[in-house]
């Protein structure tokens, strides 16, 4: 309440509106491209096998198949995050949408392997948008059911991947890899298609100043959820910081210690041009309120990222008949045929992950949950590090899925909540990257290591990762269940403050 008037932040009003209708289409709208981004990521499982038998590829430049998208999703992740700090949520992943669907659909006619190495890379470099769209949808749901309604979120994920392992088991065999790559960029199609009716978050706006444009949405937002605004003006945590700046000291007042002084200006600076410079938005991450949760949580990003596509990796090239290393298992009609059965049943495996976040995330917080299922994964993988059946490997691999299919969901709900808005994308963008660079390794210890009969080695390396990772999360400063965002990197100080 600012000079006796009643005053309402973004997160109150979200509050006082609850989860309706409104955020019913942004689910819808941000689910489809989550849809699709597992789509172009689980076809990675079959394309690699498929064009090495076609174009005679090595064991390497299989592998770099998979390498290449990641290492295009670094540099998207990074470059989005900014691009949607500075110029909104809406810009920043309609641009992903057209890179992502266009060089998708144009792989499916290369020529070469030279030619789908570059527009996958491409296709990495639109898919580095994805945690755009993750804290753009996060920004529209009340604080008290923010954590149901992110899993509810990631289901989507796991529906992209069921649903494109059921389209492979369906085209590979008839179509071939071709028809897959142009059906499964289609998801992406359709968040060009019904661009024109997202809105942009209110949150970034009433940080940039345009608080006009905010307040028409939250109206619209109340309007479609058929109830209302709560009374008096829209206000911000910079109202808020501006108001108690009029009681700063005088002459007459104490001052702060020096060490104080340095402290007040790192963070007001860092308030004032995270927004404004892309360079300076990446070293707001590592000022003396973020570092400590940027660099943890960097950690956490590659570590689930490497083993959860490891964990993919390791369906099909344990499973596949072209493991040179155990020459008397049951081979398969041809001999670069990936089981498709395999994959798809490993697939199902996100359900129970979805269920097992859902279960935990707000009733045991985002840190036990990560933690646990982190330290769960690893008694799953344990023994793999010798060669077992191909139902006793599939079923191990199944529950290893679960658990960092579950750790991972948990990780895209806690980063976004960690940052506040002025850096949020750039944050989680940031961190997505690191966690690609986990993508990018992880064929050359999923695949060569395996193809080199070493997969004792390769499933202990993927055990020391994932015991660290949840070492890390562990270390976090602070849990964020049922706690409103933050705005400013000064309110970010301290753990976010409770929601009402």
Same mark, same amino acid.
């Given at each position: 309440?600012?000079?006796?008037?009643?005053?309402?932040?973004?997160?109150?009003?979200?509050?006082?509106?609850?989860? +309706?209708?409104?955020?019913?289409?942004?689910?819808?709208?941000?689910?489809?491209?989550?849809?699709?981004?597992?789509?172009?990521?689980?076809?990675?499982?079959?394309?690699?096998?498929?064009?090495?038998?076609?174009?005679?590829?090595?064991?390497?430049?299989?592998?770099?198949?998979?390498?290449?998208?990641?290492?295009?999703?670094? /540099? +998207?992740?990074?470059?989005?995050?900014?691009?949607?700090?500075?110029?909104?949520?809406?810009?920043?992943?309609? /641009?992903?949408?057209?890179?992502?669907?266009?060089?998708?659909? @144009?792989?499916?006619?290369?020529?070469?392997? =030279?030619?789908?190495?570059?527009?996958?890379?491409?296709?990495?470099?639109?898919?580095?948008?994805?945690?755009?769209?993750?804290?753009?949808?996060?920004?529209?749901?009340?604080?008290?059911?923010?954590?149901?309604?992110?899993?509810?979120?990631?289901?989507?994920?796991?529906?992209?991947?069921?649903?494109?392992?059921?389209?492979?088991?369906?085209?590979?065999?008839?179509?071939?890899?071709?028809?897959?790559?142009?059906?499964?960029?289609?998801?992406?199609?359709?968040?060009?298609?019904?661009?024109?009716?997202?809105?942009?978050?209110?949150?970034?706006? /009433?940080?940039?100043?345009?608080?006009?444009?905010?307040?028409?949405?939250?109206?619209?937002?109340?309007?479609?959820?058929?109830?209302?605004?709560?009374?008096?003006?829209?206000?911000?945590?910079?109202?808020?910081?501006?108001?108690?700046?009029?009681? $700063?000291?005088?002459?007459?007042?104490?001052?702060?210690?020096?060490?104080?002084?340095?402290?007040?200006?790192?963070?007001?600076?860092?308030?004032?041009?995270?927004?404004?410079?892309?360079?300076?938005?990446?070293?707001?991450?590592?000022?003396?309120?973020?570092?400590?949760?940027?660099?943890?949580?960097?950690?956490?990003?590659?570590?689930?990222?490497?083993?959860?596509?490891?964990?993919?990796? @390791?369906?099909?090239?344990?499973?596949?008949?072209?493991?040179?290393?155990?020459?008397?298992?049951?081979?398969?009609?041809?001999?670069?045929?990936?089981?498709?059965?395999?994959?798809?049943?490993?697939?199902?495996?996100?359900?129970?992950? $979805?269920? @097992?976040?859902?279960?935990?995330?707000?009733?045991?917080?985002?840190?036990?949950?990560?933690?646990?299922?982190?330290?769960?994964?690893?008694?799953?993988?344990?023994? $793999?590090?010798?060669?077992?059946?191909?139902?006793?490997?599939?079923?191990?691999?199944?529950?290893?899925?679960?658990?960092?299919?579950?750790?991972?969901?948990?990780?895209?709900?806690?980063?976004?909540?960690?940052? #506040?808005?002025?850096?949020? =994308?750039?944050?989680?963008?940031?961190?997505?990257?690191?966690?690609?660079?986990?993508?990018?390794?992880?064929?050359?210890?999923?695949?060569?290591?395996?193809?080199?009969?070493?997969?004792?080695?390769?499933?202990?390396?993927?055990? /020391?990762?994932? @015991?660290?990772?949840?070492?890390?999360?562990?270390?976090? #400063?602070?849990?964020?269940?049922?706690?409103?965002?933050?705005?400013?990197?000064?309110?970010?100080?301290?753990?976010?403050?409770?929601?009402?």
């Amino acid at each position: 309440m600012a000079d006796g008037k009643p005053s309402f932040t973004v997160d109150e009003a979200l509050v006082a509106m609850g989860f +309706g209708k409104f955020q019913l289409y942004v689910l819808a709208y941000a689910g489809m491209g989550w849809i699709g981004e597992a789509m172009e990521m689980m076809l990675l499982s079959f394309v690699g096998p498929a064009v090495q038998s076609l174009w005679n590829l090595s064991s390497r430049q299989e592998s770099f198949i998979t390498s290449v998208v990641f290492a295009g999703m670094l /540099i +998207g992740a990074y470059s989005w995050g900014i691009v949607s700090d500075k110029h909104g949520r809406r810009k920043g992943f309609i /641009i992903t949408a057209v890179v992502t669907f266009v060089a998708g659909f @144009l792989s499916s006619f290369s020529p070469s392997y =030279t030619w789908l190495i570059i527009l996958r890379c491409l296709v990495g470099l639109g898919l580095g948008g994805g945690p755009v769209l993750a804290s753009w949808y996060l920004e529209f749901i009340p604080a008290p059911s923010r954590g149901t309604w992110m899993v509810v979120f990631s289901a989507f994920w796991t529906v992209g991947t069921i649903f494109e392992a059921s389209l492979a088991w369906l085209v590979m065999p008839r179509l071939g890899w071709r028809w897959l790559l142009a059906l499964s960029s289609i998801p992406s199609s359709l968040l060009l298609l019904f661009y024109r009716w997202t809105s942009e978050s209110p949150r970034y706006l /009433i940080l940039q100043g345009r608080k006009a444009e905010a307040l028409s949405i939250l109206e619209k937002i109340a309007r479609m959820n058929g109830t209302k605004l709560p009374p008096g003006d829209l206000s911000s945590e910079l109202d808020t910081e501006l108001e108690e700046n009029k009681n $700063l000291p005088t002459e007459k007042t104490l001052l702060l210690k020096p060490g104080e002084v340095g402290e007040a200006v790192l963070v007001s600076k860092t308030v004032l041009t995270a927004d404004k410079e892309p360079g300076f938005s990446l070293l707001a991450l590592l000022s003396p309120t973020l570092i400590n949760r940027t660099l943890l949580l960097w950690v956490v990003f590659f570590g689930n990222a490497f083993a959860y596509y490891g964990v993919v990796l @390791l369906t099909t090239e344990l499973t596949s008949s072209h493991n040179r290393c155990y020459p008397t298992e049951k081979k398969l009609l041809n001999s670069n045929d990936v089981n498709y059965r395999d994959v798809f049943i490993a697939s199902f495996a996100e359900v129970p992950g $979805l269920l @097992l976040s859902a279960a935990m995330v707000d009733r045991l917080g985002r840190k036990v949950s990560m933690a646990s299922m982190l330290f769960t994964c690893c008694f799953f993988l344990l023994p $793999l590090l010798s060669h077992q059946s191909p139902f006793i490997t599939t079923a191990l691999l199944f529950g290893g899925r679960i658990c960092i299919s579950a750790a991972f969901t948990v990780v895209y709900i806690y980063a976004p909540e960690i940052y #506040p808005t002025a850096v949020r =994308t750039t944050g989680v963008g940031v961190a997505s990257s690191v966690g690609r660079i986990g993508g990018v390794l992880c064929p050359l210890v999923a695949v060569g290591l395996v193809h080199g009969c070493h997969q004792t080695i390769a499933v202990l390396l993927f055990e /020391i990762v994932i @015991l660290v990772s949840g070492i890390c999360v562990c270390l976090f #400063p602070f849990e964020t269940s049922g706690r409103d965002l933050t705005d400013s990197i000064s309110a970010s100080k301290e753990s976010p403050s409770a929601s009402v």
